[in-house]
């Protein structure tokens, strides 16, 4: 009775929701309070200084069963919740690919939150299955693909992946939704990707049943990129070995360097041998956006499915992803069911249903987000942003070249830099560069990756995030060449 005791007079009904007056109270608190978070998160300190299990110890652990009062649980938010987040949103914030927080990507979410419709047919959502289909073909009007793709909005690129490679897994055996692969003779199939490409390939993998170890990792170039040459060797071996080649997955935008494999080349390999191509462009592929960059997308109409997250570099909040496929209707036989409790007869022409295009039936209102931010940026202010992220990654090449303890570890070909100290002895560099990036992370003050090229440690910074200023990005350079000196010494 303690916590009922708490709630001030007419803050909860009888059947536990908020009266609308205090209701429409506490959304003006929350308003100012993410209007206040986001106008000063540069004052805080980037990621907890918590050990596993320090948040759980701070919070009850017997379930409530009376209702408390938002002020006693807003308390234990500020108290709790937010200290024991990594606040991605910070300007200092460099890590994986940065963070793509926008003011209308927040009002989004809140309005999505309240709306909080299914977005499986379209008759239970009308205005979200027709603005998923005007988001998605401005994208792929943007990415300059042809009319033939059409697209479907899942979560993240693996699961965008993944349905690719069902989709292709069925394009070499027909009968496999109806009657599966185990107990049958058929071949065992291969996947290729590069040996930079995202550990989504093997999930998909794992999940439509052609399992981990038939993805073949094919060599990488000097510049990171997928050696075609090899490919096609590792293809002649394994039909020599009666394996089955399935499909290749090229990157635009490998997770460690941002590279981008060679896609002309490697579609015309697929094509000689009758394989699926996939392209992995959740990150880099927002990079066409740009008119100077054009040059990223040649070989894509050649592709059978193509993947992009406009979380990484369109400024959409996590989460939005974006698969489009060749002749999508591939995709949805493979994956469209009828079951009685959601036979309803929709209206002449109401022909998408996105839960027909993949394994998720109740799907959130994803497009909204998308709309509001493209809207509100248009293509020339989110190329604009990119730019202006491409420059700051330029700017800290140049300032590695100066310091002659430093030396870039890959080419920068979009707002990623790899680089590595290298003023130590050869045994001790890998375990120095892992230091600098555990003390820069743990003071609080920036964060940054790390990961190994070549088999060598490296440090790893992304740009992404609209609040990074030329500023931002010198305070994070000036912390690592000091925590460099002090790990050397």
């Not at 003011?103 to 027709?130: D, K």
Request: aromatic residues 8%; charged residues 25%; neutral net charge.
């Amino acid at each position: 009775m303690k916590d009922r005791e708490e709630h001030l007079p007419g803050e909860l009904g009888e059947l536990g929701d908020t009266p609308p007056a205090i209701f429409r109270k506490q959304l003006h608190q929350i308003a100012d309070w993410i209007a206040d978070y986001r106008e000063k998160i540069a004052e805080r300190r980037i990621s907890p200084n918590a050990k596993p299990g320090d948040i759980l110890a701070q919070l009850d652990a017997t379930p409530p069963e009376t209702g408390a009062s938002l002020d006693k649980i807003f308390a234990d938010i500020n108290r709790v919740i937010v200290p024991g987040v990594t606040h991605w949103a910070h300007p200092q914030f460099m890590s994986y690919f940065g963070c793509t927080t926008t003011s209308p990507g927040i009002l989004a979410e809140m309005i999505t939150g309240a709306l909080n419709v299914n977005a499986m047919t379209w008759r239970t959502a009308p205005a979200a299955t027709e603005l998923e289909t005007l988001v998605l073909d401005w994208l792929r009007q943007w990415l300059c693909l042809p009319n033939d793709f059409a697209g479907v909005v899942y979560d993240t690129a693996s699961i965008s992946t993944m349905h690719a490679l069902a989709t292709a897994r069925e394009g070499a055996v027909p009968t496999t939704r109806k009657l599966g692969l185990s107990g049958r003779d058929l071949p065992v199939f291969r996947i290729y990707a590069s040996d930079q490409a995202h550990s989504s390939v093997e999930k998909g993998a794992i999940a439509i049943g052609i399992g981990e170890e038939n993805v073949r990792r094919v060599p990488s170039d000097s510049q990171f990129r997928m050696d075609v040459a090899a490919l096609r060797k590792m293809i002649a071996q394994d039909r020599q070995e009666n394996f089955r080649p399935m499909a290749v997955v090229g990157t635009v935008g490998t997770t460690s360097t941002a590279s981008v494999d060679p896609v002309p080349e490697i579609a015309q390999v697929c094509r000689e041998e009758k394989m699926w191509l996939h392209i992995d462009g959740a990150y880099g592929a927002g990079l066409a956006l740009l008119h100077e960059c054009k040059w990223i997308t040649a070989g894509w109409n050649e592709a059978d499915s193509i993947v992009i997250n406009p979380h990484k570099m369109l400024f959409i909040p996590l989460d939005f992803s974006a698969l489009y496929v060749r002749d999508i209707g591939r995709l949805r036989r493979l994956f469209t069911l009828d079951p009685e409790y959601l036979h309803l007869r929709d209206p002449v022409g109401a022909e998408i249903n996105y839960m027909d295009y993949g394994v998720q039936l109740g799907r959130r209102f994803r497009a909204l987000k998308a709309w509001m931010v493209w809207r509100t940026f248009g293509r020339e202010g989110i190329a604009a942003r990119i730019r202006d992220h491409l420059r700051l990654a330029n700017l800290l090449a140049d300032w590695i070249k100066i310091d002659k303890r430093f030396e870039l570890s890959a080419p920068v070909v979009m707002p990623v830099v790899c680089f590595r100290f290298v003023t130590a002895s050869d045994r001790k560099i890998d375990m120095l560069n892992s230091e600098i990036v555990e003390r820069i992370n743990a003071s609080g003050r920036a964060y940054l990756t790390q990961t190994k090229l070549r088999g060598r440690t490296v440090m790893r910074i992304g740009l992404g995030n609209v609040l990074t200023t030329e500023q931002h990005l010198r305070n994070m350079w000036e912390l690592i060449q000091t925590s460099a000196s002090e790990v050397a010494a």
